[in-house]
C-alpha cells in the first residue's frame, strides 16, 4: 500500500529560529521516515504581510537552507515553492465557491487579525480556503500544524466533506498532527518565541550571540539574591534544560535540588545552557555554510521538487474537473 501522505507548509518569514526547530522541523525530520512527505514553502500566504514582499524571494532561500541544515532530505520529501504550482491557485478558486463566507468569519485567526488593525481585505478572508487547497491538492492524511493552525484544519475538513458531497468522493479528510514536543516560550519567558518580540534564538546564530542571549534570559522571578532558593519549575532556563539538556546528557534532576537549594547560581546555569545550544546548533551552521555556496544545489532541489508536486497537483486537479463534469 501507498504510504500515508503528510502536507505541511511554511510562510517564508526569514531566517529560522529555536522555536520553529522544535515545534515543526524536528517533528518533520522525523516524519520523513515513515510518511510520503510534502513541504512547502507557503509564499502566497506571506502576501497577507504586504510589507513583506521585497524580501520574499530571498526569504524563500533562506528558509529552504534552513530546512536543509535541519535535516529535511530531498531523497525523502518533496520540498517546493507554493507559487511554483499553479494548480494551488485554480483548485483555490474552485472551493470558494463552495465556501460559505460565515465559516470564514467565524475564523479565530481571521478575527485576531481584523482586531489588531489589519486590512479587511478578500485574500485574508479566503486565508484558510488557500491552505485547503494546498492540502487537498495532495490528498494530504496528516497535516502537522501548531495549535493556532487548528481551526484552519478543521475549514479544510468542512471543505473537503462538503466537495465530496456534492461532487463525489475525491478528497480524504485530512487529519491534524500536533507536535508532542513542550512548548518553548522566547528568551522574555512570555511570549511564544518570534521574530518580531526579538526573544529568539536563530538556528543560525554565532556561538558568542547564543551566549550573549542566554545571558539576558530571565530566570525565576521569585529569586532575587544569590544564594535564594531557587523554584525550576517556575523557570524558563530549566524549561530549556528540559527541551535541550536530557539528549546532551544532563542530570536534570541534580540541576533541579541544585537550583532549589540554591547553590546552583543562575549565571551558570544560564552558562551551561549556552553550551548545550551552541554544541546543539554548530553541525546546523556547518552544513548552512556550505549550502550558502551552493546556489546551484538549492536551485537543482527545488526543480525537483517542484516537478514532483506538480504531477501529483495536476493529477488531483483534473479528477476535480472530471467529478464536477467542467
Ligand atoms: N498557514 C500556515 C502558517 O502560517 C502555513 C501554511 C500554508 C500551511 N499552507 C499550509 C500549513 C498548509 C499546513 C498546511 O503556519
Known amino acids: 500500500m501507498d504510504r500515508e501522505r503528510i502536507l505541511s507548509g511554511m510562510r517564508p518569514t526569514g531566517r529560522l529560529h529555536l522555536g520553529h526547530y522544535i515545534g515543526v522541523l524536528s517533528d518533520w525530520v522525523k516524519l520523513q521516515e515513515k510518511y510520503k512527505c510534502f513541504f512547502m514553502i507557503a509564499d502566497w500566504h506571506a502576501l497577507t504581510d504586504r510589507t513583506d514582499t521585497k ?9 529552504l537552507i534552513d530546512w536543509l541544515s535541519a535535516g529535511l532530505d530531498p531523497q525523502k520529501s518533496t520540498l517546493f ?29 481571521y478575527k485576531e487579525k481584523l482586531n489588531q488593525g ?8 479566503g486565508y484558510p480556503v488557500l491552505m485547503t487547497s ?10 502537522p500544524v501548531g495549535e493556532d493552525q487548528l481551526p484552519h484544519l478543521e475549514l479544510s475538513r468542512e471543505i473537503a466533506r462538503r466537495f465530496n458531497h456534492l461532487y463525489g468522493e ?37 556561538p558568542e550571540v547564543i551566549l550573549k542571549k542566554t545571558q539576558r534570559m530571565f530566570t525565576d522571578p521569585k529569586k532575587i539574591y544569590i544564594g535564594d532558593p531557587g523554584h525550576p519549575e517556575e523557570c524558563n532556563v530549566y524549561n530549556y534544560h528540559k527541551i535541550f539538556g536530557e ?9 533541579f535540588q541544585d537550583c532549589q537549594s540554591g547553590k546552583l547560581l543562575c549565571t551558570s546555569c544560564k552558562k551551561n545552557l549556552a553550551a548545550i545550544l551552541i554544541d546543539k546548533l554548530t553541525p546546523f551552521r556547518q ?5 550558502e555556496k551552493e546556489e546551484g544545489i538549492l536551485q537543482k532541489i527545488l526543480k525537483e521538487g517542484e516537478e514532483k508536486a506538480l504531477t501529483v497537483a ?4 483534473k479528477q476535480v474537473k472530471e467529478a464536477m463534469e467542467i
Open 287 to 291: 552544513k548552512k555554510k556550505e549550502l
Open 81 to 109: 515553492v507554493q507559487s511554483h504550482i499553479p494548480p494551488h491557485a485554480e483548485l483555490h478558486l474552485i472551493l470558494s465557491m463552495i465556501t460559505p463566507i460565515s465559516w470564514l468569519e467565524r475564523c479565530p485567526t
Open 134 to 143: 494546498d492540502i487537498l491538492i495532495y490528498k494530504a492524511n496528516r497535516v
Open 314 to 317: 495536476s493529477s488531483t486537479l
Open 247 to 255: 539528549s546532551s546528557g544532563e542530570d536534570l534532576e541534580r540541576i
Open 118 to 125: 489589519g486590512e479587511n481585505n478578500y485574500g485574508l478572508l
Open 170 to 206: 475525491v478528497f480524504p479528510e485530512p487529519d491534524s498532527l500536533l507536535s508532542k514536543t513542550t512548548k518553548i516560550l522566547g528568551l522574555d519567558g512570555k511570549k511564544k518565541m518570534g521574530k518580531s518580540y526579538e526573544n529568539y534564538i536563530a538556528l543560525a546564530d554565532e
Open 55 to 63: 524580501e520574499i524571494k530571498e526569504n524563500i532561500k533562506r528558509v
